[in-house]
């Protein structure tokens, strides 16, 4: 069964920082990885989706890179900015029992940059 | 130009009661899903439909019904509401049933209270 963990729960730095937010996942029979953000009350907005094949991917100010032998994934802030403050989620697509796919996602980190 | 909406976004309900939320997406994408986001912020899903088609049932008790009208509405059903069920429901849709190559984008949620 697929398991998703997020270290740390919760990072507060202050504004222009650099950070690093990490996921491990127990399986390493994956899709994707993907990192979310979600906005207190809001949805899920999708940062960077990562394929099996790629080591990673770059957005603006976020690289997310993924290791799949090792099942680790760190997303990359740099110079963080009092509007990054959201939670960020981590989330594997996974192949299900009966050869479906299915995103399984991790707690979170809840991050908050102080100006 | 709202990509997946719900209605609605709040709902309050006693204990016993059957309610209904409604999802629509206007992506013209094939596969749609419904999650559960519980009080610890714990998101995962419960059902998958790929051109109206069940393809995911995540072992969601019997009182919760998804129909998928068409291709662009899911919608979630729960008989004989329950104190857990008070959570946050999130819709999503994606192209198709990928492999990985694509995103999925999520709604806004909707916030059941179970009183």
């Known amino acids: 069964k697929q398991e998703v963990t997020q270290i740390p729960a919760a990072l507060s730095v202050p504004e222009g920082e650099n950070l690093v937010l990490n996921c491990s996942f127990t399986d390493s029979a994956i899709y994707n990885l993907q990192w979310f953000r979600q906005d207190p009350g809001k949805g899920l907005t999708s940062l960077l989706l990562i394929q099996s094949s790629q080591r990673e991917q770059t957005s603006g100010r976020l690289n997310a890179s993924l290791d799949k032998s090792s099942g680790r994934s760190t997303l990359y802030i740099a110079a963080s900015q009092p509007g990054d403050s959201a939670t960020y989620l981590c989330a594997v697509l996974s192949i299900t029992q009966g050869g479906s796919e299915k995103l399984v996602f991790g707690k979170g980190t809840k991050l908050t940059v102080n100006p | 130009d709202t990509a997946v909406s719900q209605t609605p976004k709040y709902l309050v309900t006693q204990m016993g009661n059957d309610k209904s939320i409604k999802c629509e997406q206007n992506?013209?994408?094939?596969?749609m899903y419904w999650y559960k986001q519980d009080s610890k912020k714990f998101l995962k899903i419960m059902f998958s439909?790929?051109?109206?088609?069940?393809?995911i049932n995540e072992t969601v008790p019997n009182r919760f019904s998804p129909k998928s009208p068409d291709k662009a509405h899911l919608n979630l059903h729960i008989n004989s509401l329950e104190l857990g069920d008070s959570a946050v429901y999130f819709c999503?849709?994606?192209?198709?049933?990928?492999?990985?190559?694509?995103?999925?984008?999520f709604g806004p949620g909707t916030r059941l209270t179970v009183l």
């Open positions: 992506l013209g994408h094939d596969t």
């Open positions: 999503a849709s994606s192209q198709r049933i990928s492999g990985g190559t694509d995103t999925q984008y």
């Open positions: 439909y790929n051109n109206k088609e069940l393809i």
